[in-house]
């Protein structure tokens, strides 16, 4: 069974980072791009960036560039998001999300809540 | 405010057929492929149509998407109580150089 499963929600404080995990499972983690998108509470979808499992190259959004890190460890099939200083509205589920068809994104994580509050 | 541009709301009764729009610009639709999701309160998106008009396996042909110019449309024949739901449509977008997304249509079934 192909899925993605995602670590749990966390509450950080303005200015602090969060990592978020993504395991992937029941496919070749190395075969496809691993997306992040984050939807804020009760709003729409929004793109963070990709990396390549395989050799690790990533592309951020010009939103995050300079707070976002997308690593992956390709010997327990995990990729990682990291966001660094965080503000309020940084709060949002986080999902991972891997592409299959061309753009197209297949299996989605269950999504991670991090919640940013002082 | 969202990239991809879609009414706030639909709605139909059971049986009817409902369409939904997507408008976009050259820099997205415009050159791209469209996709649609679907999702339930709570839940992840489900990837519902790829490459304008693909259903992946297990998607019902009841839905159907289609593309012309700088905008989409999905289509939902035969509604059913559980196709209510939020549908977002994406589109790879050349200046961002990733997916920009619409900000959702959520779909009421009377």
């Known amino acids: 069974q192909m899925q993605l499963i995602q670590s749990g929600a966390d509450v950080k404080k303005p200015g602090a980072s969060v990592k978020v995990s993504c395991k992937a499972s029941g496919y070749i983690f190395t075969s496809y791009y691993l997306h992040w998108v984050r939807q804020a509470p009760g709003q729409g979808l929004e793109w963070m960036g990709r990396?390549?499992?395989?050799?690790?190259?990533?592309n951020y959004a010009e939103k995050f560039q300079g707070r976002v890190t997308m690593t992956r460890d390709t010997s327990i099939t995990t990729a990682y998001l990291e966001l660094s200083n965080l503000r309020s509205d940084d709060t949002a589920v986080y999902y991972c999300?891997?592409?299959?068809?061309?753009?197209?994104?297949?299996?989605w994580g269950q999504g991670t809540m991090v919640t940013v509050s002082s | 405010q969202s990239v991809l541009t879609q009414p706030p709301s639909a709605s139909g009764t059971p049986g009817q057929r409902v369409t939904m729009s997507c408008s976009g610009t050259s820099s997205n639709i415009g050159r791209n492929i469209v996709i649609w999701y679907q999702q339930l309160p709570g839940t992840a998106p489900k990837l519902l149509i790829y490459?304008?008009?693909q259903r992946p396996s297990g998607v019902p042909d009841r839905f159907s998407g289609s593309k012309s110019g700088t905008s989409a449309s999905l289509a939902i024949s035969g509604l059913q109580s559980e196709d209510e739901s939020v549908y977002y449509c994406?589109?790879?977008?050349?200046?961002?150089?990733?997916?920009?997304f619409g900000g959702g249509t959520k779909l009421t079934v009377l």
């Open positions: 994406a589109a790879w977008d050349a200046s961002l150089n990733g997916p920009v």
């Open positions: 490459n304008n008009n």
């Open positions: 990396i390549n499992p395989n050799s690790g190259p990533t």
């Open positions: 999300a891997r592409e299959y068809f061309v753009e197209a994104f297949d299996i």
